[in-house]
């Protein structure tokens, strides 16, 4: 099995309604992250937490919202979906305490909006 | 704010060749750098990591090095293969935290 799952792993949804994203990882990891991707372009952090009761901004959090409801996951929302939210969406661990802080990637979420 | 660009944005080579791909990063004061793979329509498979303390990783036919005080990675690939087509994405990480982005260099070999 996958140790970070996404779900789901395709959605069309429609102009103004609301999405949610759920990630769920088996490493054992404190650390979680929310990314976008759009076509020909790097990934964009959206938000990421350190644990339970930490969340952070990143780089282009606004249309979004994330909710960390226990150690293993991490909820992505996008509250009124636009059109330009249309992208593949990933999630992402990490462990504090190890030397290299390696990133380990879910499958991907594409969400497109109509 | 850290930028992070890769050259050449597309490569096509025939079977074979040996090639690589480079990763400029605007600020040096990094915590280590990843070498990713996406294939179309997939996940990130993570390559390589270069802590800030070393200058280089190697795994099989893949090469990377760290040149800190330059703000560059390379990513050599051994006598590449038509598997080896992918998107090759280099990200750093400056504070253990989040990681920044390349764009990514788009791989084709030909059989």
């Known amino acids: 099995d996958a140790d970070v799952t996404q779900t789901p792993r395709n959605r069309i949804t429609k102009t103004g309604k609301r999405i949610m994203l759920e990630c769920s990882q088996t490493?054992?990891?404190?650390?979680m992250y929310w990314y976008r991707q759009d076509p020909g372009l790097g990934l964009r952090l959206i938000y990421y937490?350190?644990?339970?009761?930490?969340?952070n901004k990143g780089e282009i959090s606004d249309g979004y919202s994330v909710s960390r409801q226990a150690q293993a996951k991490f909820s992505l929302s996008l509250e009124s979906a636009i059109p330009n939210q249309t992208a593949l969406y990933f999630c992402?661990?990490?462990?504090?305490?190890?030397?290299?802080?390696?990133?380990?990637f879910g499958p991907g979420t594409r969400l497109t909006v109509t | 704010k850290q930028e992070v660009t890769q050259i050449p944005a597309a490569l096509s080579v025939p079977e074979g060749e040996n090639l690589v791909l480079n990763c400029s990063f605007t600020?040096?004061?990094?915590?280590?750098l990843q070498w990713f793979r996406q294939d179309p329509g997939k996940g990130l498979t993570s390559l390589l990591l270069i802590q800030s303390s070393q200058r280089e990783q190697t795994s099989g036919r893949l090469n990377a090095s760290l040149d800190k005080s330059s703000g560059r990675s390379t990513l050599y690939i051994a006598a590449s293969q038509p598997g080896d087509s992918a998107t090759y994405l280099c990200a750093v990480n400056n504070a253990g935290n989040m990681l920044t982005f390349g764009g990514g260099t788009r791989l084709m070999v030909k059989p």
């Open positions: 992402a661990t990490s462990a504090p305490g190890t030397a290299a802080y390696e990133q380990y």
């Open positions: 490493k054992g990891h404190d650390r």
């Open positions: 600020d040096s004061a990094i915590y280590n």
């Open positions: 937490s350190f644990d339970v009761k930490d969340i």
